[in-house]
């Protein structure tokens, strides 16, 4: 069965400050995934998916992803964030073979903005 | 706003009791799926369905029971409720029941069992 790994369970960055955000994943083939982001008391929005081709994959407000098969990783990265960038962020991996289509998710990342 | 909409916002009930949520998904998606978020499982995908049908199954728990009416809003049925089973259900819903499409996330309920 596919299974999602986020080690940080909190992680504190100072505004301004790169950021990355670990995903390790474990899944037979090439793993559909994705980069969720969820603010206090709000839905989950879609920040970045892979499916095929170009390994890095560009998101929504200035995100980006890097898909490494031979360490089964998708890593969230942003080059210098915001306050607004506060929330928890979920990594979640689809199945490509035809099976079951909910995703499974990590545990997520807390993201804490210090001033 | 994902077009997704989900009531109630909030539910309180005590155990042994049977609720309904319900989940009108964007204009135009066939498929709907619902997920449980709680404290210790995390975010848990429980079933899904397409135009009607029931497509796939994930963590649900027999007391548990969905279904997708023709104008493919959804309900979730939960009886029997326990006290474990207080949590944030999500609904989500996407334009195909392939997996890589985008899910696009509803904001939500709030089920207290007390």
């Known amino acids: 069965a596919q299974s999602v790994t986020q080690p940080d369970i909190h992680i504190t960055v100072s505004e301004g400050a790169s950021l990355e955000l670990r995903c390790n994943y474990s899944y037979g083939a090439t793993p559909y995934l994705f980069w969720y982001v969820q603010s206090p008391g709000q839905g989950l929005q879609l920040l970045l998916k892979?499916?095929?081709?170009?390994?890095l994959v560009q998101g929504i407000k200035g995100f980006e992803a890097e898909f490494k098969r031979s360490q089964s990783s998708f890593n969230l990265r942003k080059p210098s964030v915001h306050w607004s960038d506060a929330a928890e962020y979920f990594c979640a991996v689809g199945d490509s073979g035809g099976g079951a289509d909910g995703l499974t998710f990590g545990k997520g990342t807390h993201l804490i903005i210090q001033p | 706003d994902s077009g997704v909409t989900q009531t109630p916002k909030h539910l309180i009930t005590a155990t042994g009791q049977r609720v309904t949520l319900r989940c009108s998904p964007r204009?135009?998606?066939?498929?709907v799926y619902w997920y449980q978020q709680s404290l210790d499982q995390g975010l848990q995908f429980l079933i899904q369905y397409y135009n009607g049908e029931e497509r796939a199954k994930g963590n649900i728990l027999e007391r548990f029971s969905a279904q997708q009416f023709p104008d493919l809003h959804s309900e979730l049925n939960l009886s029997s409720l326990e006290l474990g089973d207080s949590a944030l259900y999500f609904c989500?819903?996407?334009?195909?029941?392939?997996?890589?499409?985008?899910?696009?996330f509803g904001p939500g309920t709030r089920l207290t069992v007390l």
């Open positions: 204009s135009g998606d066939l498929s």
């Open positions: 892979y499916f095929s081709g170009d390994t």
């Open positions: 989500a819903s996407s334009a195909s029941g392939i997996s890589y499409n985008e899910q696009f």
